[in-house]
């Protein structure tokens, strides 16, 4: 018995079928083409074609100015300050030589007496001792006289004896003689050694007076406080009625003719400097004179590890002040390389590269870099020379050289 199917089922089964038909064709259907990436455009950059450059090897330190002599007078003895130079106020031009301060004089010129009488005294002993000296040495040479006259007269009894032309008590008499005559000699040896003695005495006590008197007159003489040298009064620490007593100070004298600097300078810079090099001194917002090298000091600044160069700074026209805040400029000739700003080469993989051009159209290609030490010139701006990686005439990108990559295109800006 035939079957009859319902119209909806045919007609969902017809639809599945060409459903089926429509999938099956369109997964064996090709894929489109898919649209190309468009070409990177050229990275502007501004480039800089490489020389040799000769620049000079200045070196910039700083430091301050310091006079070039600065004592600070002490009082050195004890006393009252009785006199002052009229008109001595700080800033005062003072002359070698010249007197500012007096102490009391009186006590230092009693001294001066006293040492004066006590000289005098010395000398009057020291003149009556050389008397009893000489007066010694002749009773010596007449002692030495008797004595041989005794001893000839002694001979002569003895040989009389002899003869029989005489008593023994005529040889009893002359030996008695000898003996008082030697004895006598010896007394006034020792008279003349003991008044030599007592000159020597009086000699060391008269130096030891005219010692005294020395030291008394300088301390007269020290009790006024005389200008050491040409300058300026710095500091008044008395006046008139104070007190002084030995070390205190009384007055700063500065001589600010000419300046000193002492500059800290990198240990590496201060090969090739030497004595009589000219310096550059510059003041902040002042003026400009050229100084030169006085010495270098040997030792290094652990801390830092510089070393200390002494400049000395004329100031003929006093336009320096002590203290000055100064730029110097230490002159080291010439160097001549291929120099390059920290802004004509970037870090690549922390180390130093330069991007250099080649080809036409211009693409850029890594240069590895070493360089030395950087120099600032005269117009501040760093500079570092090129050992190796670089040859003169190559063609480097100087901009833009964060976005650069290995064989990217660039696009030469025109200056």
């Not at 004592?71 to 030589?97: C, F, Y």
């Not at 001979?155 to 008499?173: F, I, N, P």
């Not at 600032?376 to 964060?402: H, K, Y």
Request: proline letters at 7%; aromatic letters at 4%; a negative charge.
């Amino acid at each position: 018995m035939a079957q009859h199917r319902s119209p909806v089922l045919s007609f969902l089964l017809v639809v599945i079928a060409v459903s089926l038909c429509l999938m099956a064709i369109y997964g064996t259907r090709p894929d489109p083409p898919r649209p190309m990436a468009p070409a990177p455009s050229p990275a502007p950059v501004r480039t800089r074609i490489l020389e040799l450059q000769e620049k000079p090897l200045d070196i910039r330190v700083w430091g301050n100015l310091l006079a070039w002599q600065d004592v600070t007078l002490s009082a050195e003895q004890a006393g009252k300050v009785v006199w002052k130079k009229p008109g001595l106020e700080t800033g005062s031009v003072i002359h070698e030589g010249e007197p500012l301060l007096k102490l009391d004089p009186v006590p230092f010129e009693l001294a001066v007496r006293r040492a004066e009488a006590s000289v005098k005294s010395a000398n009057a002993a020291l003149e009556s001792q050389q008397a009893t000296v000489l007066g010694a040495r002749r009773a010596l040479h007449s002692a030495r006289q008797q004595e041989t006259l005794a001893d000839r007269e002694l001979q002569r009894a003895t040989q009389l004896e002899r003869r029989g032309d005489t008593s023994a008590s005529v040889l009893d008499l002359a030996e008695k003689g000898r003996v008082v005559a030697v004895a006598a000699r010896e007394s006034a040896e020792y008279a003349l050694a003991a008044a030599e003695g007592s000159l020597r005495v009086s000699s060391a006590q008269r130096e030891e007076a005219s010692a005294a008197l020395a030291t008394a007159f300088d301390a007269l003489q020290r009790s006024t406080l005389h200008v050491p040298f040409d300058g300026e009064l710095g500091t008044l620490f008395v006046d008139i009625g104070d007190w002084l007593g030995p070390g205190v100070p009384a007055l700063q004298v500065v001589d600010r003719s000419r300046l000193r600097a002492n500059l800290q300078v990198p240990t590496d810079d201060v090969l090739g400097i030497q004595v009589g090099d000219s310096v550059h001194i510059q003041a902040t917002f002042g003026p400009e004179v050229e100084g030169v090298v006085l010495g270098i000091n040997p030792t290094v600044q652990r801390e830092s590890r510089s070393q200390s160069v002494v400049v000395e700074v004329p100031n003929a026209n006093q336009r320096f002040s002590v203290g000055t805040h100064v730029e110097a400029t230490l002159r080291k000739g010439t160097h001549q390389a291929l120099w390059l700003s920290p802004s004509d080469y970037s870090l690549m993989k922390s180390v130093p590269g330069a991007w250099v051009l080649s080809g036409s159209p211009a693409t850029v290609q890594a240069a590895p870099l070493r360089l030395g030490r950087p120099l600032v010139d005269r117009d501040g701006l760093t500079w570092l020379p090129v050992q190796s990686g670089l040859t003169a005439g190559q063609r480097i990108a100087i901009s833009n050289l964060e976005v650069l990559t290995e064989g990217a295109p660039v696009q030469p800006l025109q200056d």
